[in-house]
């Protein structure tokens, strides 16, 4: 079945530290996927997203590339700040006709001053 | 906009207690979700509802139902609460492949 790995953490960085967050994911056919972040006592929200192979989807300075030949799609910002610390998931969209999504089991990120 | 709206925020039950978990969306999806979160497992998904009338389950079904009462609304249902089902409740929306949004969560703690 399909299913999205993520590394584990928790990653500490020091303030404008490079920043990569690895996801590679198992699945039939073409998934969307997604990089969602969590804020302490909030919810989830989108943080970026790509739709096909070779897509890079960025937001707020943070990217990540669709990449089918390693099933891959890692979150990457070259600057971290403190304001970034928070928990990263990974997910894929199940291609049937749901559209559920499937995590990854999330990675806290510490940014330091 | 109010998104997806859960009730309540927090809770807590004793052991055995029935409680049901308020979710509206107002952004007229089709799909709506149930994710619960725990440390180190991510999300996994509880029940989904692909359009309004119809319900399945997902990943972790066992001690909950739901009802999709309209298209707006979906809500879950622990007719008997036990300690394991102590956890952080989302629900969420969306549409057919593209992302979902979710609500602030419910902080369920039974005890």
């Known amino acids: 079945g399909n299913s999205v790995t993520q590394m584990e953490g928790p990653v500490t960085l020091s303030e404008e530290a490079f920043l990569t967050i690895n996801c590679t994911y198992t699945?039939?056919?073409?998934?969307?996927l997604f990089w969602y972040v969590q804020y302490p006592g909030e919810g989830l929200q989108l943080l970026l997203k790509?739709?096909?192979?070779?897509d890079k989807g960025s937001n707020k300075g943070f990217e990540a590339t669709y990449r089918k030949e390693t099933t891959s799609f890692h979150l990457e910002k070259g600057s971290v700040q403190v304001s970034d610390s928070a928990v990263y998931f990974c997910a894929l969209s199940d291609q049937s006709n749901t559209g559920k999504l499937i995590f990854g089991q999330g990675t806290t990120l510490q940014v330091k001053p | 906009n109010a998104g997806v709206t859960q009730t309540p925020k927090f809770q807590v039950l004793k052991t055995g207690q029935s409680m049901t978990l308020q979710c509206a969306q107002d952004?007229?999806?089709?799909?709506m979700y149930w994710y619960r979160q725990d440390p180190g497992m991510g999300l996994r998904l509880i029940y989904y509802?692909?359009?309004?009338?119809?319900?399945d389950k997902g990943e972790v079904p066992n001690g909950y139902n739901v009802s999709r009462l309209n298209k707006r609304e979906f809500s879950l249902r622990l007719e008997s609460a036990a300690p394991s089902q102590t956890s952080v409740y989302f629900c969420?929306?969306?549409?057919?492949?593209?992302?979902?949004?979710f609500g602030q969560g419910t902080r369920l703690t039974v005890v």
């Open positions: 969420a929306s969306g549409r057919l492949n593209t992302e979902a949004f």
């Open positions: 699945a039939t056919g073409y998934p969307s």
């Open positions: 509802s692909a359009s309004e009338g119809t319900t």
């Open positions: 952004m007229n999806h089709n799909s």
């Open positions: 790509a739709t096909k192979a070779d």
